[in-house]
């Protein structure tokens, strides 16, 4: 464990819990103490003794164009010295909304807030609102966020420290959130059946990715899509990582579909924070000023934020973006199965377009239970291994790995060198 590191994480303890303010970067699942970062370049990260990874997390998602992008950041300093915040109305706002609808054929209104979770209780908020019912279903192993409906058998940092349902949640608050098994339809149409009139909406990760990545079984959104249609319930897509990273138009473009509410994040802000729902008009008109539902946000629409988010979005809309990140990601999983099978381990790999993850003695990826008898332990030694070798992975398995523009076929070659050490051994 570098030094620089090592002081600063007992500082940081000192503050706040755990020296992080995300759980998950406190190394927990995986044993050790993080690094710590002072700057990333690329496809790489530095850490506060200087050392230099290959990075797979990407800040969990959003920086698809790799750390510090020039264009980026020099429409950041421009915008800065216009000011950074004005808290009215600005053209950026329905600039960045012209390019995210454009995208999105189902998102016919939107509002921008600052993160991930605020688009989901919110998307929630107005799905109830237009309902006029009380509970949701969500799915076993999905993350959306820690607003407090939907801490329940959550992914991600639940998933990883086994609080899927955390403290501090009222459970009248969690009694309405019915939990499904993801991939099975026939769970979810037993809830809609048991409460009858009752669902304001499913909400779904169209491409789990907080319990590693689990993809979608053929016909299973669409089932969600009828069902939803036949109990008068709204679906709502979290494309919070989905989003803008497995198309532009996420997994709504790749599967030919339309969700009646979408949320939207990590991409769509560059590095900045920034959140987004939308759908429907008639749904979103229900959102204050226009409607009874209230939600609002003091830096919701920031210049800054808008700035970063438009840069990054024009550049993920000139062409061959995808097919270039479709091409880096399928050579690391090549990559990564070839050094699984000469190292003779018992591993699953699943991969939707730059998102991928490795399970440890896992026969199958296709659902919660699945995937919850990974071997834990297995993953933390691999994770440590990398890390001694340069390739910063998510610290979890439970989290998906993240690949850039910004990697180049080198960067893979040496994260394939590194996994066939990590795993023969
Ligand atoms: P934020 O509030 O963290 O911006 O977004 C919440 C969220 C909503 N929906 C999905 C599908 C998400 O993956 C997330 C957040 N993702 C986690 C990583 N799996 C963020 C990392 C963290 O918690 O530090």
């Not at 008639?282 to 226009?290: K, S, T």
């Amino acid at each position: 464990m570098p030094r620089r590191s090592e002081k600063l994480f007992a500082e940081a303890q000192r503050y706040l819990p755990g020296g992080v303010d995300s759980p998950v970067r406190a190394f927990r699942a995986v044993g050790g103490s993080p690094r710590f970062i002072a700057r990333g370049k690329g496809p790489y990260l530095f850490d506060a003794d200087g050392k230099k990874y290959i990075d797979y997390v990407g800040s969990w998602g959003p920086l698809i164009l790799g750390h510090a992008h020039p264009k980026v950041v020099a429409a950041l300093q421009k915008a800065a010295k216009l000011g950074t915040s004005y808290g009215a109305p600005t053209e950026l706002e329905t600039t960045l909304a012209k390019l995210v609808v454009k995208a999105f054929p189902s998102i016919e209104m939107m509002r921008f807030v600052s993160s991930g979770t605020e688009a989901c209780m919110s998307a929630i908020r107005a799905a109830r609102a237009f309902t006029s019912r009380d509970k949701i279903i969500k799915f076993d192993g999905c993350y959306h966020g820690h607003s407090d409906g939907l801490l329940v058998k959550a992914g991600s940092g639940g998933a990883t420290f086994g609080v899927p349902d955390s403290a501090g949640v009222p459970a009248a608050y969690a009694g309405l959130t019915l939990v499904a098994k993801y991939n099975d339809t026939d769970s979810v149409e037993g809830l809609l059946k048991a409460n009858k009139g009752e669902v304001a909406a499913i909400i779904v990760e169209p491409i789990a990715a907080n319990m590693g990545v689990v993809p979608p079984k053929p016909g299973f959104l669409k089932v969600l899509r009828s069902l939803a249609d036949a109990h008068g319930a709204l679906l709502i897509f979290d494309e919070v990582i989905s989003g803008f990273r497995v198309a532009l138009g996420g997994a709504q473009e790749l599967y030919g579909m339309k969700a009646d509410l979408t949320c939207l994040g990590k991409i769509i802000g560059g590095g900045m924070p920034v959140g987004a729902y939308g759908g429907r008009r008639e749904i979103m008109e229900r959102i204050a000023p226009l409607g009874p539902a209230y939600q609002a946000g003091t830096l919701s629409g920031n210049p800054l934020a808008m700035t970063a988010g438009i840069e990054t979005l024009k550049l993920l809309s000139k062409p061959n973006v995808y097919k270039r990140l479709e091409k880096t990601s399928a050579k690391l999983e090549v990559g990564l199965r070839t050094a699984a099978r000469d190292a003779h381990r018992d591993v699953a790999i699943t991969r939707i377009g730059s998102l991928l993850t490795l399970f440890f003695a896992a026969s199958s990826a296709d659902s919660w239970d699945a995937v919850a008898k990974a071997d834990r332990k297995q993953f933390g030694d691999f994770f440590h291994k990398m890390l001694k070798s340069g390739v910063y992975l998510p610290p979890s398995q439970f989290e998906a790995w993240f690949v850039s523009l910004a990697h180049n076929d080198a960067d893979i070659d040496k994260t394939v060198k590194a996994s066939a050490k990590a795993l023969a051994t």
